[in-house]
């Protein structure tokens, strides 16, 4: 994909069938291989946990019509097994679900006063970019905007937006950003894609921290769907010990130095640094806050790729065309389509079961 062509696109579509002819041209490639500082953000309900069932389920909605994607693998023996791959129309299917999660936050989030915006990575951000070049060149040409990596710097430069650095721009307005599975309470894994390190100092960097994904990574609690595990960005030269001691003092199940898939060895992320895939059971994960201290105090470690009580808001784009948006008040809404006022289906104290 030619990041360029962003700004080739027509007028805004007025609805995503509008918009299907154009999927081809946004395609790329799935991020395989986020009033100041965020550390007090939500504190009133950090310690708060909705309660759960935790048991896999079907495509069927949930009890309060929440199209939770059903987890994707299993367990054989000692080793994991996973589905395969979406078949054409579902692929169409999960790229339309994808921009219209973007669309939609995007129209809620990034107001015309906002001028210092985080772009994020992954497959979900090129829709972003297209939603904010459809706001005009009036709004964006005093905007400057901060990438999270490479690819989000390409998507910037690429459609004549202005580039920004965190080191300019200490605190930002909106941070929009993929992520790879969201839980419930909006504990997020990231780094799917080795920008873990700056999605979350860019992240904390901002005022509002909104993720957007696919229906596929919306889950009841994190590990359900995401099972390559929680990426660590390391010091090189620390991973073999690194890797010890997840597995010697976390209770890490399998630690794995992430290889290139075009290139002979490890992956080496924007700041020189290796990754490791770090396993863990669902016991870990049932409390993701005490998870990521523990392996934050890792000497060596340079950032863990679990964002806890950070999220204002999450979009899933769902597949059958509707917005399910998960607020860190605890509310749920549904939207049907862009433009459109998004209907409240849970309030912010109303017990949720999934």
């Not at 986020?34 to 946990?49: K, L």
């Not at 987890?71 to 219209?100: C, F, N, Q, T």
């Not at 399998?254 to 059971?281: E, H, W, Y």
Request: charged fraction near 30%; glycine fraction near 8%; include cysteine.
């Amino acid at each position: 994909m030619s990041f360029s062509k962003l700004r080739d696109l027509p007028e805004p579509f007025e609805t995503l069938d509008d918009a299907a002819p154009k999927m081809d041209e946004l395609k790329v490639e799935d991020d395989d291989p986020t009033v100041g500082p965020r550390s007090r953000r939500h504190s009133s309900i950090s310690g708060r946990r909705r309660k759960l069932s935790t048991t896999a389920g079907s495509n069927s909605n949930n009890e309060v019509g929440l199209p939770l994607e059903p987890v994707r693998s299993k367990m054989i023996g000692d080793k994991r097994e996973y589905a395969v791959e979406p078949d054409a129309d579902e692929a169409v299917m999960i790229e339309k679900s994808k921009r219209l999660a973007a669309w939609a936050a995007v129209d809620h989030y990034i107001k015309p006063e906002h001028n210092v915006i985080a772009i994020g990575s992954g497959s979900t951000v090129p829709f972003v970019v297209e939603r904010i070049l459809q706001q005009g060149d009036d709004v964006n040409k005093k905007r400057k905007f901060i990438p999270t990596s490479f690819q989000a710097k390409e998507l910037i430069v690429g459609n004549g937006l202005t580039l920004g650095d965190v080191d300019q721009y200490p605190i930002i307005d909106v941070d929009i950003d993929g992520a790879d599975e969201v839980d419930v309470n909006l504990n997020a894994i990231k780094g799917g894609g080795a920008c873990h390190l700056r999605e979350k100092v860019l992240a904390e960097a901002s005022r509002k921290f909104v993720i957007v994904a696919d229906y596929r990574k919306n889950s009841a609690v994190l590990g359900s769907s995401w099972t390559q595990g929680i990426p660590v960005e390391v010091a090189p030269f620390a991973y073999a010990k690194v890797i010890v001691n997840l597995e010697r003092i976390t209770g890490c199940q399998s630690a794995k130095l992430r290889m290139g898939k075009a290139k002979a060895g490890p992956v080496v992320t924007d700041n020189g640094c290796f990754v490791i895939d770090a396993q863990f059971d669902e016991q870990r994960f049932s409390d993701p806050e005490l998870l990521l201290s523990k392996i934050k105090m890792l000497t060596g470690i340079m950032e863990v790729g679990l964002f806890c009580d950070m999220t204002d808001a999450a979009y899933f784009g769902n597949v059958d065309g509707t917005v399910t948006i998960r607020n860190a008040d605890g509310s749920i809404y549904t939207l049907k389509q862009p433009g459109e006022e998004p209907v409240l289906i849970k309030g912010p104290e109303d017990e949720e079961s999934v």
